[in-house]
């Protein structure tokens, strides 16, 4: 192989080869010129798509600018072997060292040394043996004065390096580009010296926004960064960030199926937390947002939670998730835009006897507060059939005549309240009451289904005297599901009287009977012929004669076929021995009973 220095920063020209080059894996030691500062370059060679493998002539140049600019000189390497596009040569120092302007070393000149604020680009041609001239591979490339190991067959190089390095350039390119072709690190900054409160690395940047002062990308499988403190007796951060701006202080994306943040305490000795979240702005302390839709296809709980709170260790007794406030505003708040719950409280543990959600208040609001715009404000549910309990249980131990131990209101459109029970032999509802009323409504009801009583009435201010007594009347009882209706007929000049009834009349009604009365005279009247398309006659009186009238039917509409009300019925097992209303029997009608008799719902 030939080679060949030149310092005179002489000019060179060059023919057109057909051979493109790609660069790649370049590494450059700081000394530049002067004594035994050979450096090596490694690239890779490409003619198109095709890997070089052959002799080619490679010419080195050393310019003061990125295009244009100076010549400080050449190094030529005639006859190079490239084999599979490997190109791996030693390259003399590319100027003068007594110039001492750009790339010498400090002991080489007599004079004040390089200048380090001033840039070295390296220009690369090639030829072919067969060429005539050069072809120039452009850009070309900024040589930082930064050391490099290009690898371990090489560690027997005398490079030498200049600390402390410091300079800076107006550049669009890499200051400093590293990779690592084998299996160690690309970079390594450590400081040994126990006794050094300085960093290891310190990235800062006064960029545009959107530019980071660190940025770390790993294409690989392995972890993108790690951050660790090995003394055991630190009381230091593995990783501190503080932001003075708008932005984010940590920003963590994870566009694969890993997780973007994870926090772990491996120490079980440890006291400390996992993630312990401060802040003294009006935002939220913690933020945890969920946009994601899930895979493709899901159907049915895909997406995840947008935050997660578990205990998996069967040994521990804290909380899952504890909220704390001593502010004005809600210790915990759940909210939701979508169709799901705001907040689903679940206990999966059988033998667990806890209460699923325990809510206690020293002050004078509410414990629990449930507001719902449409949907049900609260629903308490039970589906374990061998349970029994309450789906819910409220006790009041405050003063007498407050708003009672429960107390539903609904604002919106939706129920107020909704009591449901699976078991067809069982009460939905029971309200006991010793003494006072066990329920009082103020408004409609409305009864889907048969309303068993002891008894019934009416109940108004009374209309002689509405500000200091009541009026009641009973309920009018029947056996049977009997509707009742009457009314007056004038009789025509032939005595008689057709009797219209509404459309839906026979629809609901059958088995009739009849009441007539004369009024004012007595007159032998009589049905002149029953119910019929609606109507029914009464004849035998005389003509302008009054009659009232009374017709009553049995309900046979489809829900009274499908639920007559039974007349008499067998207790059931469970309710034999047991009364409605015990206090009303004597010890002689129930001796065995009295003493622990229950009074049923």
Not at 300 to 327: I, K, M, Q, W, Y
Not at 522 to 536: G, H, L, T
Not at 540 to 567: C, E, F, M, N
């Amino acid at each position: 192989m030939k080679s060949t220095r030149n310092n005179l920063c002489a000019s060179h020209g060059s023919a057109c080869i057909a051979l493109a080059a790609a660069i790649i894996a370049f590494g450059v030691a700081p000394a530049m010129g002067g004594g035994s500062g050979a450096w090596r370059y490694q690239g890779l060679l490409k003619d198109g798509a095709v890997i070089v493998t052959g002799l080619v002539d490679v010419r080195f140049s050393a310019y003061d600018a990125p295009t244009g600019g100076n010549l400080l000189g050449h190094y030529d390497l005639d006859d190079l072997m490239i084999v599979d596009g490997l190109l791996d040569c030693e390259i003399e120092p590319l100027c003068d060292p007594c110039t001492c302007t750009l790339c010498c070393a400090v002991d080489d000149c007599p004079g004040p040394g390089p200048d380090p604020l001033r840039e070295l680009w390296l220009e690369i041609q090639l030829k072919y043996d067969t060429d005539v001239g050069y072809e120039t591979l452009a850009p070309r490339q900024r040589i930082a004065p930064a050391p490099v190991a290009m690898s371990s067959a090489y560690s027997a190089l005398a490079y030498r390096v200049v600390l402390p390095i410091v300079g800076s350039v107006s550049t669009a390119d890499c200051l400093i580009d590293m990779t690592q072709l084998g299996t160690g690190q690309a970079g390594c900054f450590q400081v040994t010296n126990g006794s050094n409160a300085s960093n290891a690395l310190v990235a800062s940047s006064n960029g545009a926004s959107g530019s980071q002062a660190l940025y770390v990308s790993h294409s690989g499988t392995g972890d993108c960064a790690e951050f660790h403190v090995t003394n055991t007796s630190s009381t230091a951060e593995a990783v501190e960030a503080t932001n003075a701006g708008s932005g984010e202080t940590i920003r963590a994306v994870a566009s694969g199926p890993g997780m973007a943040g994870y926090f772990q305490v491996s120490n079980n000795a440890s006291q400390a937390s996992a993630l312990e979240v401060h802040t003294n702005a009006s935002g939220a302390g913690l933020y945890v947002r969920h946009t994601g839709e899930g895979p493709t296809g899901c159907e049915f709980d895909c997406d995840g939670p947008a935050g997660r709170f578990e205990v998996d260790n069967p040994d521990h007794f804290s909380a899952a998730l504890e909220a704390l406030t001593d502010a004005v505003g809600p210790a915990l708040a759940a909210s939701t835009s979508g169709f799901g719950n705001a907040a689903t409280i679940t206990n999966s543990n059988t033998s667990n006897s806890a209460a699923l959600l325990h809510a206690s208040t020293a002050g004078s609001g509410a414990a629990i507060q449930a507001v719902s715009a449409n949907g049900p404000a609260g629903d308490f549910a039970i589906v374990n059939s061998a349970n029994n309990d309450p789906a819910l249980n409220v006790s009041h131990a405050g003063a007498p005549g407050g708003s009672g131990a429960l107390n539903v209101v609904n604002t919106g459109t939706g129920r107020a309240a909704y009591l449901e029970s699976q078991d067809p032999a069982y009460y939905t509802l029971r309200v006991n009451s010793i003494g006072g009323l066990a329920a009082t409504f103020t408004g409609n009801v409305g009864v889907s289904g048969t309303l068993s009583k002891s008894a019934g009435s009416f109940k108004i201010d009374h209309p002689l005297d509405p500000a200091n007594k009541y009026l009641y009347h009973s309920f009018v009882e029947s056996p049977d599901m009997k509707n009742f209706y009457d009314g007056v007929a004038v009789l025509d000049d032939a005595g008689s009287a057709v009797v219209e009834l509404p459309a839906w009349f026979q629809a609901l009604n059958a088995d009739f009977r009849y009441q007539l009365t004369t009024i004012g005279a007595f007159a032998p009247v009589y049905v002149a012929r029953e119910i019929s398309d609606k109507k029914f006659v009464i004849a035998g009186g005389k003509s302008g004669l009054k009659v009232s009238w009374q017709v009553t039917g049995i309900r046979h509409d489809a829900y009274a076929q499908a639920h007559r009300i039974p007349v008499e019925a067998e207790k059931p097992l469970a309710e034999r021995g047991r009364y409605l209303h015990p206090s009303l029997f004597t010890a002689s009608q129930q001796p065995a009973q009295l003493g622990d008799a229950a009074e049923l719902p």
